[in-house]
């Protein structure tokens, strides 16, 4: 039995001494709250500061406890015991318990939620609640990765679904933050919980996302202090704000990529040559200079970041760029004369817009006829959901085990396979990287897997680039997360 214990976080009857609205620009209204449907990240920048899993992920991408005080695994494996620790409440006031666990995870499962998580758990055969305070899930099958996810178990309180239908227009959690108010594509307004479980935190009373689309605009807004706290920064305004007077500009590998998807359903891209061909034709170097300001790498299906598993792009011959191959391969793929399909895309992260406009010109020149359809933000998650559209430009987020990067995505009939590509051999792969134990196994599993996907999948990774984020000098305590994660907004303080 291996057993592991987080520090005591509780500290009763502590008067917490929140202050100040920290003022934050980022570029769009979250798209609905609910923590167990979403896959926006601008849902999930509010979402994670007001809803708990039993672990979260630190900055240095390790696991912690979070409403969990420790875990036990048997022996074999199978069985996971977690403990929640003492007092936790919900922002309505009710007392947290693991039954509330047990029944997140099964709204989760449950295929009318239709939840994009349920990929993460389908290993588990049962979740009980023995008491008031003791989660136990057994597992049918060695699963490598369940602790990886257990930050993806948001625990919510069944009356409020019920109550509302889902959570998608109102958020009650046990994080640091409750939410306050919604001011349509102009602001959400998150304020202190002061029942939170962690003492002294959060250091603010109030969070004010404010919702400004230009990128220009929120950099400008930092600069004349408007703005406390920019999350996201674009590479060339990362460049601007660094020559700015009282400005922090950070920077960390981004555990995210941007990606160009293919329907698999609608030819040509049901024909693995085509798509191939296609990645001949990018010029991700291209791509890293002019969107990226050199601040990226090409990107294979696992980030850098994880040194254990990702395979180096130089492994992949489809990523040695040649637009005389590609067009070769494209006439022996029975399209001698190209073909026309449209990139559907949204405007809001200007990495993702300006990706989309040079692959558009790339592929052109390997005698495709593309055009970019720049969408509204809540009409491109819509199309993508219902997997309507050709192809699409968009940033994929990551995780600290490969199986979260690949699982959910790949393999037929995932919860994010919205390329609804299907390939038996990569199922196995999938499948065998996530039901062992073994670490060789698994390393040998993904590195097969990233093979067949690379240059055959229903993806072509572009780039893995440089989070930026930016702060005044106001702001003190922020920690950036590779996995864009805002969690650690509860450890910022107001220096005025």
């Known amino acids: ?28 209204s979250p798209a609905g709250l609910d923590p167990h449907k979403v896959t926006a990240f601008s849902s999930f920048t509010i979402i994670n500061l007001i809803y708990d899993g039993l672990l979260e992920i630190n900055a240095d991408l390790q696991l912690e406890g979070a409403l969990a005080e420790s875990y036990e695994i048997s022996d074999d494996g199978l069985t996971y015991t977690f403990t929640l620790r003492e007092g936790l409440e919900f922002h ?11 029944y997140s995870l099964e709204r989760i499962l449950d295929p009318e939620t239709g939840s994009p998580q349920a990929s993460r758990f389908t290993q588990v055969a049962q979740t009980e609640a023995p008491d008031d305070r003791t989660v136990v899930f057994t597992l049918s099958e060695p ?3 369940f602790l990886a996810n257990m930050p993806n178990l948001y625990v919510v309180p069944r009356e409020v679904v019920e109550e509302h239908g889902d959570l998608q ?12 108010e919604i001011v349509p594509d102009t602001f959400v307004r998150l ?18 996302f404010n919702i400004v689309p230009e990128a220009s605009t929120r950099a400008a807004g930092l600069r004349t202090g408007t703005y406390h706290l920019l999350p996201d920064v674009d590479p060339t305004s990362a460049e601007t704000l660094r020559r700015a007077p009282n400005v922090t500009v950070l920077g960390t590998q981004d555990l995210a990529y941007t990606l160009l998807g293919f329907n698999t359903t609608r030819a040509p891209f049901d024909d693995p040559r085509v798509r191939a061909a296609i990645g001949a034709a990018i010029d991700r170097d291209e791509v ?3 969107v990226h300001l050199g601040n990226a790498v090409p990107a294979g299906p696992l980030s850098p970041a994880l040194t254990d598993w990702a395979l180096d792009t130089d492994a992949y011959p489809c990523y040695a760029q040649d637009t005389d191959a590609a067009r070769s391969a494209l006439a022996d793929a029975g399209y001698p004369d190209g073909f026309a399909f449209t990139i559907l895309t949204f405007g809001t992260n200007r990495v993702v817009a300006d990706t989309a406009q ?3 010109a790339q592929l052109e020149r390997a005698g495709l006829d593309v055009e970019v359809n720049v969408a509204e933000f809540g009409t491109f998650v819509q199309d993508w959901q219902n997997s309507n559209f050709d192809a699409f430009v968009s940033l994929n987020g990551g995780n600290i085990d490969p199986d979260g990067y690949l699982h959910r995505t790949f393999i037929t009939d995932g919860s994010t396979n919205v390329f609804q590509h299907s390939d038996p051999e990569l199922d196995a792969l999938l499948v065998r990287g996530r039901t062992t134990a073994d670490v060789d196994a698994r390393q040998e599993a993904y590195r097969e897997a990233q093979m067949l ?15 930026f984020s930016a702060h005044t000098a106001a702001v003190e305590g922020f920690v950036q997360m590779p996995t864009r994660n805002l969690r650690y907004l509860r450890n910022v303080t107001l220096n005025r």
């Open 1 to 28: 039995m291996k057993r592991l214990a987080f520090l005591a976080l509780m500290a009763f009857g502590v008067v917490l001494a929140q202050s100040g609205t920290l003022e934050l620009a980022v570029d769009g």
């Open 92 to 102: 309505n006031g009710r007392a947290v318990t693991s039954d509330d666990v047990v």
């Open 143 to 145: 699963f490598a990765p």
């Open 169 to 180: 227009q109102v958020a009650v959690g046990t994080g640091p933050f409750m939410l306050g």
């Open 191 to 208: 304020d202190a919980n002061p029942a939170y479980y962690r003492s002294g935190e959060p250091g603010v009373a109030e969070l004010r």
């Open 288 to 290: 890293v200079q002019a």
């Open 358 to 360: 040079v692959l558009q």
């Open 453 to 467: 996907l690379a240059c055959e999948g229903p993806i072509a990774h572009i780039a893995y680039g440089t989070l």
